[in-house]
């Protein structure tokens, strides 16, 4: 039972070696957006709040607008509508 516990930390160690070793390979290809990054660093994206109704999202997903950032085209023109120029 012990040989069978110590060859499988053996082969968990070795895997998690190549897997780490891979990526800093040159040739290897780089991270595609959304992954993290191989420096082990999530990407960050900063999270705006919709001038209508407060929702949260991520910054490329919204939509600007002269005010400031809304949650989509609705929501922009809506207020608008509410708060004209």
Partial sequence: MKF???L???FV???????SRRRDLPGA???TPG???ADG???RESV???????????????TSGEAGWFCG????LAHDRVQPR
């Fill in 48 to 62: 705006v709040a919709c001038l209508h109704c407060g929702l949260h999202l991520p910054q490329s997903e919204a």
């Fill in 4 to 6: 069978f516990l110590l």
């Fill in 35 to 37: 992954t993290p990054k």
């Fill in 13 to 19: 160690a070795v895997w998690l070696f190549r897997g």
């Fill in 41 to 43: 660093q999530a990407a």
């Fill in 8 to 10: 499988a930390l053996v």
């Fill in 73 to 76: 085209d609705a929501h922009r």
């Fill in 29 to 31: 290809p780089p991270p």
